[in-house]
């Protein structure tokens, strides 16, 4: 026993490498790394720093834009069912989304052509409901569609929800493949359902009373969320006024003089309040601050 003890003390124990080894070996091993094949995992983002998502440009549209285009697919229903109930054409029913796709126009151009509006009042109606999308261009990404055809169809087929859908902090880098599809489905989606639409309102659905009011319904809801989102009683006594003024002057085309006249209104009352420093929060630009009186340096403080 004495003697294995012996010999197994004999034995050299393992030298713990110091730090400073350590240090110099990985030194020398740094030079033969650069020889060693290097994978890289594939990384999304391009030289520009946008992302590029593996799925296809229909695939990313209908994924971001399916709720709305199925949204915009009862819309059309309604639409067709309308065009039903005025008994216009069937050829109505898909040729109004087609040649006109601007959003609530459509609905208005059916009662205007049912009751043989002009062409100068129906043109002016449309330009002062559609006027919002003369300023869309100047923050839509239009210039991410290529192809002269696809531009034309992306601006000919601009509503306010492909504008909801493609603009945002990331919209120069969005793909053109997946604003171009979003644009397409929306005005497709439109198209075949008001097409069923007036195959519904022509069969069980014929007998249905009200649909003619649909319209008037949605503007009504529309302009008692807008009432309540800025609670502006100035607002609503100018709408009220404009619309006495159209039936006072001339029933027949009551909706366009009431609009030119609230839009006057409007103006007016900007160009007013803005002299005098009382535009109400609702109406200040971006960079404005609402007048404080009192206070050095806002448009409300007295001065000396």
Known sequence: MNISKNSASSQPSPQQATQQQVE????????????????????SPDAQGSQQPRESG???????????????????IGLGMLVHSYHLPFWVAPLLPTVVFAGSVEFVL?????????????????????????MYGLSYPIE???????KFYTVYTLIDEAYALNTGPDRHKLRGS??????????????????????????????????????????????????QASKDHLIGVMAAASAAVGLLVAPQSMLLISMVVYILLLVSRFVVAKRRSTLPEHMLVADEEPAEAGVPGHPGAPTH
Do not use: C
Not at 144 to 150: F, H, I, S, Y
């Open 24 to 43: 110099q070996v990985i030194a020398s091993a740094l030079p033969l790394t650069g020889m060693l094949p290097v994978v890289e995992a594939p990384t």
């Open 58 to 76: 229909f695939t990313e549209a209908v994924r971001i834009a399916g709720v709305i285009m199925l949204g915009l697919f009862f819309v059309g």
């Open 110 to 134: 059916i009662d205007m052509v049912s009751n043989h509006a002009s062409l100068f009042s129906i043109a002016v109606m449309t330009l002062l409901i559609n006027s919002r999308h003369l």
């Open 144 to 150: 991410r569609v290529r192809g002269g055809l696809a």
């Open 178 to 227: 997946r604003i171009l599809w979003i644009h397409a489905g929306l005005h497709l989606s439109v198209l075949a359902s008001a097409t069923l639409g007036y195959m519904l309102g022509a069969s069980f659905l014929s007998e249905l009373k009200g649909v003619d009011f649909v319209m008037t319904a949605l503007f009504a809801v529309l302009a008692i969320d807008a009432y």
